[in-house]
């Protein structure tokens, strides 16, 4: 074996020292060239800017005079002028007498005292209003006379129906806009045998209208009778309004 020249000096003794020095030398290098940026130059024409000198108009000052209001009138001074009077007339009293009467005043008319038995006392006739189911004799439809009670009211309720047929007409803006259904027509047959007090409920208020036109029209009767007197009776019908299919 050769020995060395200078056996002191070793050239791998810090051989892993200096790779680890170069390694970051280079890792160092490589991260700054990654993050080195370069920016395009480019000449801008910022040109030439004016300035006008703004022009500020005189405002002219315009004094307000406030004139003063008046100062108040003075307060009114009242002299009250209090004369005593001798007061020497002498005054009546007047007494008031009593006006009310108990049972024992008799009233006295002209020198007759009234008694009780002379006092007369009118009767007022109640109307009174009974319903068709439940009325003695019912109202007699012209061209129901001199048939029972039973054939009356049947007479009666026949001739109704067929006012109504006779009379019907649908109304022009129901159809127009579809409207159908029942309308409830209620009315009284006063004392006189007149129709009054006719009211309606329907679906509509034409329906209404039409039903309670119907039912105005109807002939003047004989009115229906409770115990012997002629009286109010209510009634009843219901009118169908509906369209035909096509």
Not at 12 to 22: E, K, Q, V
Not at 54 to 71: K, L, Y
Not at 128 to 139: G, K, L, Q, R, S
Request: glycine residues 6%.
């Amino acid at each position: 074996m050769v020995s060395k020249k200078n056996p002191e000096l070793e050239i791998g003794r810090n051989s892993s020292l200096y790779f680890a020095i170069g390694l970051n030398l280079m890792l160092l290098l490589t991260w700054r060239a990654l993050e080195f940026k370069t920016y395009e130059k480019e000449e801008v024409d910022v040109g030439i800017v004016s300035m006008d000198a703004q022009v500020e108009e005189d405002i002219p000052i315009v004094t307000m005079r406030i004139s003063t209001p008046p100062p108040p009138p003075p307060p009114t001074v009242i002299q009250e002028n209090i004369e005593i009077v001798e007061d020497e007339v002498e005054v009546e009293e007047t007494v008031f007498e009593s006006t009310e009467t108990n049972q024992n005043d008799a009233i006295v008319e002209k020198g007759e005292v009234v008694g009780i038995g002379d006092v007369r006392v009118e009767a007022v006739e109640e109307e009174v209003e009974v319903a068709f189911a439940i009325i003695e004799d019912v109202p007699v439809f012209p061209g129901c006379e001199g048939l029972s009670k039973e054939a009356t009211k049947k007479c009666f309720e026949k001739k109704v129906q067929k006012h109504v047929v006779d009379n019907f007409n649908y109304p022009e803006d129901a159809l127009s806009l579809g409207i159908q259904g029942r309308v409830s027509v209620l009315f009284i047959i006063d004392n006189k045998g007149l129709i009054t007090n006719v009211r309606s409920r329907g679906p509509d208020k034409i329906l209404e209208k039409e039903a309670e036109r119907i039912i105005k029209l109807l002939p003047k009767m004989k009115p229906g009778m409770q115990r012997g007197r002629p009286v109010k009776v209510a009634y009843a019908v219901p009118i169908f309004f509906k369209m035909g299919n096509g």
